[in-house]
């Protein structure tokens, strides 16, 4: 009896270490299409970046001109560090000759990074953040990327990629790789959200976590609360609301992936609210705001500007900025609920005084 349950856990074991990513992607689609290799073979190369950055990463205190500033800014008007450099250069070098991806696009670049060798044949577009949070990079704290992949629509002849100014529903696909003790990755193909972690020995990313679903209500609220001031009174009252009512606790660690993986898990809400200076926040719609919606929207939770949902937003240019609200169903909706009453009592203002 015992050697009979000790082969069962065995062949457990081994049939966990053999679901990898690729192979997980074909059992989720169940099928060996040409469609459902394409998706395996992005994936596979997806991971492939992830892997080489995380490689950079682990080793960036001891090698030079690693880790601080370029001295550059990037299209954002933001300084760019040597890791978001590095970052964006692997995941173009694994996409060339791959003969699937025709276009790349990045928030650290101006357009869309074009492969001419795979555009007569590559139907499929990478938008990424290459690494979320760099400014966590010098003090070792958990840093991401974040992917997102779209079916090419058109030829794009003259470059303007338009067909991207689209809303989130026409993702295919949407992760992210979580740079941290170990290193995830976390993906959808629209058939529910799972994690893999990178098993350095056999150097493959083996699956962890199925299905994943997002708590309808959790304890964590998430923001920046250095922020409190240059928001607008709604958002300032949800958070008064959270500091007299137990059960709230804040985490915010100013990188979005793993503020964003914590509450996947855990519950709760990430909230970056315009500002004074920004009312369209800072995050980006293409690059971080969707991609992660797609995720909450698979897991059973939600991703809202505060007024209307991410995934139904429209962009009018490649690096437009959305306020994102994220995270489990009940405290988005909370969050909305102060935002509809301050917009209420703005009108009835405008009423009286008028």
């Known amino acids: 009896m015992s050697e009979a349950i000790g082969s069962l856990a065995q062949e457990r074991a081994l049939d966990r270490d053999c679901t990898t990513l690729s192979r997980h992607v074909l059992q989720q689609l169940q099928s060996f299409s040409a469609d459902a290799q394409d998706l395996s073979a992005l ?14 990463m682990s080793r960036a205190g001891l090698m030079e001109n690693v880790l601080g500033f370029t001295g550059d800014v990037n299209v954002q008007g933001e300084s760019v560090k040597k890791m978001d450099i590095y970052a964006n250069d692997v995941f173009i070098s694994v996409f060339k000759q791959s003969g699937l991806v025709c276009r790349l696009a990045s928030e650290e670049m101006e357009k869309p990074y074009y492969i001419p060798e ?4 590559g139907r499929y577009t990478l938008l990424y953040d290459p690494i979320d949070g760099s400014s966590n ?13 779209r079916q090419q629509e058109g030829n794009d002849e003259d470059g303007s990629a338009l067909d991207l100014l689209q809303n989130g529903h026409k993702q295919i696909a949407a992760g992210y790789i979580l740079y941290g003790p170990s290193t995830m990755l976390v993906y959808s193909i629209g058939r529910g959200v799972h994690s893999f972690t990178l098993d350095p020995s056999l150097g493959e990313f083996i699956l962890s976590n199925e299905n994943i679903q997002i708590p309808q209500h959790g304890p964590i609220y998430s923001v920046n609360e250095g922020n409190f001031w240059q928001w ?5 009252n949800y958070i008064r609301y959270v500091h007299r009512h137990e059960g709230y606790t804040a985490r915010y660690g100013g990188a979005l992936v793993g503020d964003f993986h914590r509450i996947l898990f855990q519950g709760g809400v990430f909230l970056y609210p315009g500002t004074q200076k920004k009312p369209d926040g800072k995050l980006r ?6 991609p992660l919606a797609y995720l909450a929207q698979q897991a059973g939770g939600r991703a809202s500007t505060g007024m209307q949902e991410i995934m139904d937003v ?10 994102l609200i994220i995270g489990s169903k009940e405290d988005v909706a909370l969050v909305e609920s102060f935002i509809t009453e301050g917009v209420r009592e703005g009108k009835e203002k405008a009423v009286a005084s008028s």
């Not at 607008?232 to 300032?236: A, D, K, T």
């Not at 429209?314 to 306020?323: A, D, M, N, Q, S």
Request: net charge positive.
């Open 43 to 56: 994936m596979n190369r997806i991971a492939l970046a992830g892997k080489l950055i995380a490689r950079h």
């Open 118 to 121: 795979n555009c007569p044949i």
């Open 137 to 149: 990079i010098d003090i070792n704290i958990n840093v991401g990327s974040i992917f997102s992949i």
């Open 232 to 236: 607008e009174e709604s958002i300032r």
């Open 285 to 290: 719609l293409l690059y971080e705001a969707a």
């Open 314 to 323: 429209i962009p009018k240019k490649l690096h437009e900025r959305v306020p």
